[in-house]
Protein backbone atom coordinates (compact mmCIF):
# COMPACT_ATOMS: atom_id res chain seq x y z
CA UNK A 1 0.00 0.00 0.00
CA UNK A 2 1.22 3.80 -0.70
CA UNK A 3 1.85 5.75 2.25
CA UNK A 4 -0.41 8.42 1.47
CA UNK A 5 -0.64 11.08 3.93
CA UNK A 6 -3.33 9.95 5.49
CA UNK A 7 -2.42 7.11 6.37
CA UNK A 8 0.96 8.34 7.77
CA UNK A 9 -0.82 10.91 10.22
CA UNK A 10 -3.15 7.41 11.43
CA UNK A 11 -0.33 5.65 11.90
CA UNK A 12 1.85 8.24 13.66
CA UNK A 13 -1.46 8.88 16.00
CA UNK A 14 -2.00 5.11 17.07
CA UNK A 15 2.02 4.59 17.78
CA UNK A 16 1.64 7.94 19.81
CA UNK A 17 -1.80 7.08 21.55
CA UNK A 18 -0.49 3.13 22.63
CA UNK A 19 2.86 4.51 23.56
CA UNK A 20 1.22 7.07 25.78
CA UNK A 21 -0.80 3.99 27.17
CA UNK A 22 1.53 1.93 27.81
CA UNK A 23 3.82 4.57 29.71
CA UNK A 24 0.21 5.24 31.60
CA UNK A 25 0.58 0.84 32.59
CA UNK A 26 4.13 1.59 33.76
CA UNK A 27 3.87 4.12 36.00
CA UNK A 28 2.18 2.75 38.82
CA UNK A 29 4.49 -0.40 39.02
CA UNK A 30 7.73 1.69 38.26
CA UNK A 31 6.44 4.12 41.14
CA UNK A 32 5.65 0.72 43.28
CA UNK A 33 9.20 -0.51 42.45
CA UNK A 34 11.05 3.04 43.59
CA UNK A 35 9.22 2.90 47.18
CA UNK A 36 9.77 -0.29 47.59
CA UNK A 37 13.44 0.89 47.63
CA UNK A 38 13.73 3.71 49.36
CA UNK A 39 14.37 4.59 52.86
CA UNK A 40 11.56 5.25 55.48
CA UNK A 41 11.74 9.14 55.58
CA UNK A 42 11.37 8.98 51.76
CA UNK A 43 8.32 7.02 51.20
CA UNK A 44 6.74 8.29 54.47
CA UNK A 45 7.22 12.23 52.80
CA UNK A 46 5.77 11.47 49.81
CA UNK A 47 8.88 12.59 47.58
CA UNK A 48 9.17 9.16 45.62
CA UNK A 49 8.65 9.33 42.88
CA UNK A 50 9.95 6.88 39.46
CA UNK A 51 13.68 6.86 41.10
CA UNK A 52 14.38 5.17 44.77
CA UNK A 53 15.28 7.81 47.34
CA UNK A 54 18.31 6.63 49.92
CA UNK A 55 18.87 3.23 48.10
CA UNK A 56 17.89 0.29 50.30
CA UNK A 57 17.13 -3.53 49.88
CA UNK A 58 16.07 -3.72 53.64
CA UNK A 59 12.27 -3.82 52.57
CA UNK A 60 13.00 -7.12 50.73
CA UNK A 61 15.19 -8.85 53.09
CA UNK A 62 12.46 -8.14 55.65
CA UNK A 63 9.85 -9.41 53.36
CA UNK A 64 11.44 -13.05 52.33
CA UNK A 65 12.26 -13.32 56.27
CA UNK A 66 8.58 -13.32 57.02
CA UNK A 67 6.68 -16.28 57.61
CA UNK A 68 3.48 -15.55 56.45
CA UNK A 69 4.74 -13.94 53.22
CA UNK A 70 7.12 -17.01 52.60
CA UNK A 71 3.83 -19.44 52.94
CA UNK A 72 1.38 -17.86 51.01
CA UNK A 73 3.80 -17.14 47.95
CA UNK A 74 4.46 -21.14 48.08
CA UNK A 75 0.34 -21.92 48.49
CA UNK A 76 -0.15 -19.48 45.43
CA UNK A 77 3.27 -21.48 43.48
CA UNK A 78 0.99 -24.64 44.67
CA UNK A 79 -2.05 -23.43 43.34
CA UNK A 80 -0.81 -22.69 39.97
CA UNK A 81 0.76 -26.12 39.38
CA UNK A 82 -2.29 -27.91 40.38
CA UNK A 83 -4.72 -25.28 38.38
CA UNK A 84 -2.79 -25.13 35.42
CA UNK A 85 -1.92 -29.56 35.32
CA UNK A 86 -6.07 -29.81 35.73
CA UNK A 87 -7.20 -26.66 33.80
CA UNK A 88 -5.13 -27.85 30.86
CA UNK A 89 -6.18 -31.43 31.10
CA UNK A 90 -9.72 -30.72 31.38
CA UNK A 91 -9.74 -28.05 28.25
CA UNK A 92 -8.19 -30.55 25.68
CA UNK A 93 -10.03 -33.31 26.52
CA UNK A 94 -12.95 -31.36 26.27
CA UNK A 95 -12.76 -28.88 23.18
CA UNK A 96 -11.52 -31.96 21.39
CA UNK A 97 -14.11 -33.85 20.94
CA UNK A 98 -16.18 -30.62 21.01
CA UNK A 99 -14.51 -29.40 17.55
CA UNK A 100 -15.68 -32.34 15.67
CA UNK A 101 -18.75 -32.08 13.29
CA UNK A 102 -22.30 -32.65 14.40
CA UNK A 103 -22.17 -35.67 11.90
CA UNK A 104 -19.04 -37.04 13.59
CA UNK A 105 -20.37 -36.13 17.16
CA UNK A 106 -24.41 -36.05 16.96
CA UNK A 107 -24.29 -34.40 20.34
CA UNK A 108 -22.07 -31.92 20.30
CA UNK A 109 -24.78 -28.90 19.56
CA UNK A 110 -26.25 -29.44 22.79
CA UNK A 111 -22.39 -29.76 24.85
CA UNK A 112 -21.57 -27.02 23.60
CA UNK A 113 -24.63 -24.89 24.32
CA UNK A 114 -24.72 -26.19 28.05
CA UNK A 115 -21.13 -24.72 28.27
CA UNK A 116 -22.40 -21.00 27.02
CA UNK A 117 -25.24 -21.48 29.59
CA UNK A 118 -22.29 -21.70 32.26
CA UNK A 119 -20.85 -18.01 31.21
CA UNK A 120 -24.37 -16.23 30.76
CA UNK A 121 -25.82 -17.78 33.92
CA UNK A 122 -23.71 -18.04 37.45
CA UNK A 123 -25.56 -19.85 40.16
CA UNK A 124 -24.35 -17.13 42.90
CA UNK A 125 -21.90 -16.80 45.30
CA UNK A 126 -24.28 -18.75 48.53
CA UNK A 127 -24.82 -21.70 46.06
CA UNK A 128 -21.06 -22.07 45.17
CA UNK A 129 -19.84 -21.39 48.87
CA UNK A 130 -22.40 -24.43 49.60
CA UNK A 131 -21.55 -26.80 47.17
CA UNK A 132 -17.78 -26.63 48.01
CA UNK A 133 -18.69 -26.57 51.87
CA UNK A 134 -20.58 -30.21 51.40
CA UNK A 135 -18.17 -31.38 49.32
CA UNK A 136 -15.40 -31.52 51.96
CA UNK A 137 -13.62 -28.94 49.93
CA UNK A 138 -13.01 -25.98 52.30
CA UNK A 139 -9.74 -24.67 53.75
CA UNK A 140 -7.50 -27.33 51.15
CA UNK A 141 -5.88 -26.17 48.12
CA UNK A 142 -8.63 -28.32 46.06
CA UNK A 143 -11.23 -25.52 46.97
CA UNK A 144 -8.78 -22.96 44.96
CA UNK A 145 -8.48 -25.21 41.96
CA UNK A 146 -11.50 -27.88 41.16
CA UNK A 147 -13.84 -25.42 40.80
CA UNK A 148 -12.92 -23.61 38.00
CA UNK A 149 -11.09 -26.79 36.46
CA UNK A 150 -13.11 -26.68 32.91
CA UNK A 151 -12.72 -22.39 32.02
CA UNK A 152 -15.44 -21.84 29.61
CA UNK A 153 -13.74 -19.46 27.98
CA UNK A 154 -10.70 -21.47 27.21
CA UNK A 155 -12.19 -23.98 25.76
CA UNK A 156 -14.36 -22.47 23.00
CA UNK A 157 -11.14 -20.94 22.36
CA UNK A 158 -9.13 -23.98 22.02
CA UNK A 159 -12.10 -25.87 20.09
CA UNK A 160 -12.07 -22.89 17.55
CA UNK A 161 -8.26 -23.39 16.72
CA UNK A 162 -8.61 -27.32 16.29
CA UNK A 163 -11.91 -26.66 13.83
CA UNK A 164 -9.47 -24.47 11.29
CA UNK A 165 -6.75 -26.85 11.02
CA UNK A 166 -6.83 -29.26 7.93
CA UNK A 167 -9.30 -32.43 8.46
CA UNK A 168 -6.88 -34.09 6.06
CA UNK A 169 -4.38 -34.49 8.81
CA UNK A 170 -6.75 -36.21 11.07
CA UNK A 171 -7.99 -38.73 8.43
CA UNK A 172 -4.67 -39.45 7.54
CA UNK A 173 -3.71 -40.45 10.87
CA UNK A 174 -6.84 -42.78 11.23
CA UNK A 175 -6.26 -44.49 8.07
CA UNK A 176 -2.41 -45.05 9.53
CA UNK A 177 -4.06 -46.65 12.44
CA UNK A 178 -3.79 -44.16 15.17
CA UNK A 179 -6.94 -43.88 17.46
CA UNK A 180 -8.01 -40.23 18.70
CA UNK A 181 -5.92 -40.41 21.87
CA UNK A 182 -2.31 -40.05 19.63
CA UNK A 183 -4.14 -38.02 16.71
CA UNK A 184 -4.30 -35.87 19.63
CA UNK A 185 -0.94 -36.12 21.39
CA UNK A 186 1.00 -36.61 18.24
CA UNK A 187 -0.51 -34.30 15.52
CA UNK A 188 -3.05 -32.20 16.48
CA UNK A 189 -1.58 -30.82 19.49
CA UNK A 190 2.10 -30.07 18.24
CA UNK A 191 0.00 -27.95 15.75
CA UNK A 192 -1.70 -26.14 18.41
CA UNK A 193 0.87 -24.37 20.02
CA UNK A 194 -0.34 -20.87 19.69
CA UNK A 195 -3.55 -21.58 21.09
CA UNK A 196 -2.41 -23.57 23.66
CA UNK A 197 1.00 -21.23 25.04
CA UNK A 198 -2.29 -18.31 24.75
CA UNK A 199 -4.80 -20.12 27.33
CA UNK A 200 -1.54 -21.75 29.40
CA UNK A 201 -0.90 -17.95 29.92
CA UNK A 202 -4.34 -17.16 30.78
CA UNK A 203 -4.68 -20.44 33.02
CA UNK A 204 -1.68 -18.85 34.82
CA UNK A 205 -2.32 -15.45 35.11
CA UNK A 206 -5.84 -15.98 36.47
CA UNK A 207 -4.60 -18.74 39.20
CA UNK A 208 -2.08 -16.45 40.19
CA UNK A 209 -4.22 -13.20 40.48
CA UNK A 210 -6.61 -15.16 42.47
CA UNK A 211 -7.82 -13.68 45.85
CA UNK A 212 -11.48 -13.92 46.38
CA UNK A 213 -11.83 -17.15 46.41
CA UNK A 214 -8.67 -17.43 48.83
CA UNK A 215 -10.27 -14.92 51.71
CA UNK A 216 -13.85 -17.02 51.47
CA UNK A 217 -12.84 -20.62 50.50
CA UNK A 218 -10.05 -20.74 52.99
CA UNK A 219 -10.78 -20.87 56.89
CA UNK A 220 -7.33 -19.85 57.91
CA UNK A 221 -4.93 -17.64 57.08
CA UNK A 222 -2.35 -20.11 56.83
CA UNK A 223 -4.17 -21.20 53.84
CA UNK A 224 -4.04 -18.06 52.20
CA UNK A 225 -2.70 -17.79 48.69
CA UNK A 226 -0.40 -15.04 48.18
CA UNK A 227 -2.46 -12.45 46.48
CA UNK A 228 -5.31 -13.46 49.18
CA UNK A 229 -2.72 -12.39 51.64
CA UNK A 230 -1.55 -8.93 50.14
CA UNK A 231 -5.27 -7.66 49.90
CA UNK A 232 -5.63 -8.52 53.67
CA UNK A 233 -2.03 -6.51 54.43
CA UNK A 234 -3.16 -3.76 52.03
CA UNK A 235 -6.44 -3.22 53.38
CA UNK A 236 -5.83 -3.54 56.62
CA UNK A 237 -3.26 -1.05 57.79
CA UNK A 238 -1.42 -3.05 60.68
CA UNK A 239 2.06 -2.00 61.89
CA UNK A 240 2.30 -4.61 64.35
CA UNK A 241 4.01 -6.64 61.87
CA UNK A 242 7.15 -3.93 62.33
CA UNK A 243 7.50 -3.80 66.17
CA UNK A 244 9.91 -6.78 66.16
CA UNK A 245 12.36 -4.56 64.21
CA UNK A 246 15.09 -2.93 65.64
CA UNK A 247 15.71 1.32 65.70
CA UNK A 248 18.64 0.77 62.54
CA UNK A 249 15.98 -1.36 60.82
CA UNK A 250 13.11 1.16 61.22
CA UNK A 251 14.83 4.03 59.99
CA UNK A 252 14.70 2.21 56.46
CA UNK A 253 11.56 0.43 56.27
CA UNK A 254 8.14 1.44 56.54
CA UNK A 255 4.79 -0.01 56.66
CA UNK A 256 4.16 1.38 53.07
CA UNK A 257 7.76 0.28 51.89
CA UNK A 258 7.07 -3.32 52.93
CA UNK A 259 4.02 -2.99 51.17
CA UNK A 260 5.42 -1.81 48.40
CA UNK A 261 8.11 -4.89 48.18
CA UNK A 262 5.47 -7.20 48.55
CA UNK A 263 2.74 -5.88 46.03
CA UNK A 264 5.93 -5.89 43.47
CA UNK A 265 6.97 -9.47 44.30
CA UNK A 266 3.82 -10.59 43.65
CA UNK A 267 3.40 -8.98 40.54
CA UNK A 268 7.14 -10.55 39.23
CA UNK A 269 6.55 -13.66 38.63
CA UNK A 270 4.15 -12.78 35.97
CA UNK A 271 6.17 -10.06 34.57
CA UNK A 272 9.21 -12.78 33.75
CA UNK A 273 7.07 -15.34 32.61
CA UNK A 274 4.64 -12.97 30.02
CA UNK A 275 7.42 -12.09 27.76
CA UNK A 276 7.98 -15.67 26.44
CA UNK A 277 4.30 -16.37 26.27
CA UNK A 278 3.81 -12.84 24.13
CA UNK A 279 4.46 -13.62 20.75
CA UNK A 280 1.98 -16.82 20.84
CA UNK A 281 -0.65 -14.68 22.70
CA UNK A 282 -1.77 -12.70 20.32
CA UNK A 283 -1.31 -15.20 17.48
CA UNK A 284 -3.40 -17.92 19.34
CA UNK A 285 -6.54 -15.34 20.30
CA UNK A 286 -6.85 -14.29 16.96
CA UNK A 287 -6.60 -18.22 15.23
CA UNK A 288 -8.77 -19.28 18.40
CA UNK A 289 -11.26 -16.77 17.74
CA UNK A 290 -12.38 -16.97 13.97
CA UNK A 291 -14.97 -19.29 14.32
CA UNK A 292 -17.68 -20.27 16.11
Known sequence: MRATGWRISFNLFNYTFLCLLAVLCLLPLVHVLAVSFSANHAASAGIVKLWPVDF????????????????SLLVSVKRVILGTIVNMLMTVLLAYPLSKESATFKSRTVYVWILVITILFSGGLIPYYMVIKSVGLLDSIWALVLPGAVPVFNVI??????????????EAAFIDGAGYFRTLAKIILPLSTPSLATILLLTVVTHWNSWFDGLILMNSPEHYPLQSYLQTIIIQKDFSELTDLNAEALRDISDRTVKAAQIFMGALPILVVYPFLQKYFMKGIVLGSVKE
Open 157 to 170: LLLNFFRGLPKELE
Open 56 to 71: TTTSYSYVLGKQEFVR
